[in-house]
């Protein structure tokens, strides 16, 4: 796998052993996997939670005792918020869909209401938590503010928080309940169900209010418009929420902490900064659990869109359980962490329980005894059946994130290999006439004597019905945008070396970005090009991924004796997986480093004068 990490590997170890020593930062944890069946046309990442919950038990922040797993909500305590009529509605799979905002199958819509009826038991279950411990506790789901008593919209069907404020409220909890719901678009719903409740105040500060309720008794309602960064939201947050805590004096509060105000949001109009982000969770926290009055606090996820909308819930986690800002792992890093949690979770790692990864496959043996002919030729790496293939792109979270994109029936083909080695495709559907991912995959024996490398000899990732705008502007060789789960498909593919007993990864970067993305993790295989991939990235340091790719794709990056175009060709990378193959690299580069050194003197390459200017479409493809 990746290289060892001792210092994670420890912190992991003394939190399965010693779960909860870390006295006051210890976070009870409220989730479930169910949460992560994503919704075709809703795009929320629908492994946001696991990626959060992997990152902390792979850190040690917690222990797997602190994680609960929630049980779906009663009816009799829906029907303590939601009417009915209502609840009965949602029988009908068009009034679910109708709440999507989305056509929805009768079997999507029955899976819709049941994650949200799960995920308002998750939210009942982390309230009981705060309070049973006088502390924070949090949960890897809910938010689900726009659904009211009558109706529901948004995404939302069912409110969590309103169901487990009144879930209290029956058990005799008669403190006050302040619900702080700091997501990007206004808590309608919890307001609604809480308009005439005096011992419930909603303060929500959002981009537009959804809904006025006329007369609501306890409400704070502010609409700060689009584009809001962080020093405007920052001074209007620590302007109002403070009196409202001083007069409410609440026994309880539910902070919905939306990620969707920050700028690398794919949903939202908001600008704020991951700091200014992670700035706004401490103030609540650091306000509603002062030293002098520390209330219990239940915290829910909320909105947050896009690939990255995880970080910024994970480095709140970080904060509380470290009491102090944390480093996160890199996308690849988190996307490993996370399958080994879910391997984990199921009791064992598929090489450690058998030879066949999938006891539910019929190996080649199988196949004989059964009269059977296998075709080793539709077998990738000699070794995986279409159907494994499609069980690894499914637990890899890969499926999932083209159903969320609006595909609901994705299909999955292993073809043999044409000279370029053999192929895995995923399309659209059964028509076979949308191509959402293709990878052309081999073995190599010969780039590096004594190892055995996966090649990649192509990757293909995009979403055919997205369309690229002014934010996100195509990248050198993209036809379409991506589909967001560029490191799933690594991490399953360095998950694959392993696997096989393979030495690394190793792929042919045939464009700049390729390579930028790729580096934290990838080596370059021959020094000079590694330098050149420096001299690069310090000539266009002032511009945006996009524009710097563009810009070398044009010829704008020149050499500054000659003036002449840098060129980006092919250039071979790899992500060292055996030991062997790590120490090799290192001791290679530290060879060639020692040899040749940085040449003094001015930056070989430089930006033509007539590149944009910085900042103008950044684009990220």
């Known amino acids: 796998m990746l290289p060892f990490r001792p210092l994670r590997r420890l912190r992991r170890l003394a939190g399965r052993i010693l779960p909860g020593m870390k006295g006051e930062r210890a976070l009870p944890l409220v989730y479930h996997r169910s949460y992560r069946q994503g919704i075709s046309g809703v795009p929320m990442d629908p492994m946001r939670g696991e990626r959060i919950l992997a990152y902390l038990l792979e850190e040690g922040w917690v222990g797997r005792r602190q994680v609960h797993a929630p049980r779906a909500a009663s009816v009799e305590n829906l029907r303590r918020v939601h009417s009915g009529d209502y609840l009965r509605s949602l029988d009908d799979p068009e009034e679910v869909a109708r709440i999507m905002g989305l056509p929805l199958a009768a079997r999507d819509a029955a899976r819709v209401v049941e994650v949200q009826r799960l995920m308002a038991g998750g939210t009942i279950q982390t309230t009981r938590l705060a309070l049973r411990r006088g502390a924070v506790a949090l949960h890897l789901g809910g938010g689900l503010h726009h659904a009211g008593p009558e109706r529901g919209s948004g995404f939302c069907v069912l409110n969590d928080v309103a169901v487990a404020v009144g879930r209290l409220r029956a058990r005799g909890f008669d403190e006050p309940v302040l619900v702080v719901d700091l997501d990007l678009h206004d808590g309608n719903g919890t307001r609604a169900a809480f308009a005439g409740d005096s011992t419930v105040h909603t303060f929500s500060m959002h981009n537009e209010t959804w809904d006025e309720v006329p007369g609501a008794v306890a409400d704070t309602c502010i609409a700060f418009g689009p584009g809001i960064d962080d020093d405007a939201y920052l001074e209007l947050l620590r302007r109002e929420l403070p009196p409202v805590v001083r007069s409410h004096q609440p026994g309880l509060v539910v902070y919905v902490a939306g990620a969707d105000v920050a700028r690398a949001d794919t949903y939202g109009d908001g600008r704020m900064s991951e700091e200014g982000v992670l700035a706004r969770d401490r103030f609540v926290v650091e306000t509603v659990r002062s030293d002098r009055s520390p209330v219990p606090l239940a915290i829910v996820l909320g909105g947050g869109y896009g690939a990255s909308a995880w970080r910024l819930s994970a480095r709140f986690a970080g904060w509380i359980c470290a009491g102090r800002s944390v480093t996160l792992p890199d996308d690849l890093t988190a996307a490993l962490d996370r399958v080994r949690w879910v391997e984990e979770e199921r009791g064992a790692t598929d090489r450690d329980t058998a030879e066949d990864p999938f006891a539910w496959s019929l190996s080649e043996a199988d196949l004989v005894a059964v009269g059977g002919s296998p075709d080793r030729e539709r077998l990738l790496l000699g070794r995986y059946s279409q159907s494994e293939v499609e069980a690894q792109l499914s637990r890899f979270g890969i499926l999932e994130q083209a159903r969320v994109r609006g595909y609901n029936a994705p299909v999955v083909e292993v073809r043999p290999s044409s000279g370029l080695g053999p192929t895995v495709r995923v399309y659209a559907g059964e028509a076979r006439d949308a191509l959402l991912m293709e990878v052309r995959l081999d073995v190599d024996r010969a780039t590096i004597p004594g190892m055995a490398l996966l090649k990649v000899e192509w990757l293909l990732l995009q979403d055919p019905r997205a369309a ?74 002032e511009l945006g991924l996009g524009q710097a790719a563009r810009a070398v794709e044009e010829g704008r990056v020149v050499e500054r004796r000659t003036g002449e175009p840098v060129r980006w060709s092919d250039v071979l990378m790899v992500v060292p997986v055996s030991q062997a193959l790590k120490g090799a690299l290192d001791a290679r580069t530290d060879e060639l480093e020692s040899a040749s050194g940085d040449a003094a003197g001015p930056e070989p390459y430089r930006l033509a004068e007539d590149d944009a200017p910085p900042g103008a479409g950044d684009g990220e493809g």
């Open 468 to 541: 690229f705008t002014g934010a996100r502007q195509a990248l050198p060789g993209q036809r379409h945008p991506g589909l967001g789960c560029l490191a799933d498909v690594v991490a399953w593919l360095v998950t694959l070396c392993g696997d096989e007993g393979l030495d690394g990864l190793s792929f042919r970067s045939s464009h700049f970005h390729i390579a930028v993305v790729a580096e934290r993790h990838l080596r370059f295989m021959r020094e000079a090009d590694r330098r050149r991939f420096e001299w690069i990235r310090r000539a266009t340091s």
